[in-house]
């Protein structure tokens, strides 16, 4: 079965920059609980050796050695942008697990960024949002303040996006601080680039 999840969000957005020394830190703290509580370990993006989890980004698999490995999940560090102009550019990343173990922290992670980022953040996924209690309940037994597992939080990660070849990006004009202005359809191929193993594989 096919299952995959996806994010939209600011990469370049001040909530971003604030908030992403806590999703680094929140990060590690999930594997730890998995693997307690559920028996989920995981591994690097290449589902081998160890998960990369720092200020340089997040990024982990299944572990390749028990076939539990599908499409990592790669996050980037904030860009170091300001958004003082209007630069909102919008990151869309998404990662297809087809329901390996390492689909919990997935989501568990996902869940984390929609709690701090709030409506600069929507996830979205191919399963209902039933299937995401387990996610929700790993993270609020690590953090207690995480938001009640209440209507869907799930929403459509491509609105206001255009399909370029096999990639959503954000074509809207932006300023940057500078004053010069760059289509962000550009700067969502550079994200692109560096996330490619989020795209689907053939």
């Given at each position: 079965m096919t299952i995959s999840h996806s994010i939209r969000f600011q990469p370049c957005g001040f909530d971003y920059h604030r908030h992403w020394p806590k999703l680094v830190t929140e990060a590690d703290l999930l594997i730890l609980a998995a693997e307690v509580f559920h028996d989920v370990t995981v591994a690097g993006p290449s589902g081998i050796a160890v998960p990369e989890i720092s200020k340089a980004g997040i990024g982990f698999n299944g572990r390749a050695d028990s076939l539990q490995d599908r499409q990592p999940?790669?996050?980037p560090p904030p860009e170091q942008?300001?958004?003082?102009?209007?630069?909102?550019l919008a990151l869309h990343?998404?990662?297809r697990t087809d329901g390996k173990p390492y689909d919990l922290l997935v989501k568990a992670v996902l869940l984390r960024m929609r709690h701090h980022l709030s409506d600069t953040c929507v996830i979205g996924s191919s399963r209902s949002w039933r299937h995401w209690a387990q996610a929700h309940h790993l993270a609020a037994s690590v953090f207690g303040g995480h938001r009640?597992?209440?209507?869907s939080q799930l929403g459509d990660t491509t609105a206001g996006l255009v399909l370029v070849g096999r990639r959503w990006t954000?074509?809207?004009p932006a300023r940057h601080p500078d004053g010069a202005g760059?289509?962000?359809?550009?700067?969502a191929a550079g994200h692109d680039r560096r996330t490619q193993p989020l795209q689907d594989r053939t």
């Open positions: 999940l790669l996050l942008v300001p958004d003082r102009n209007g630069l909102d990343l998404r990662v009640q597992l209440g209507r954000d074509p809207r760059t289509p962000l359809m550009q700067l």
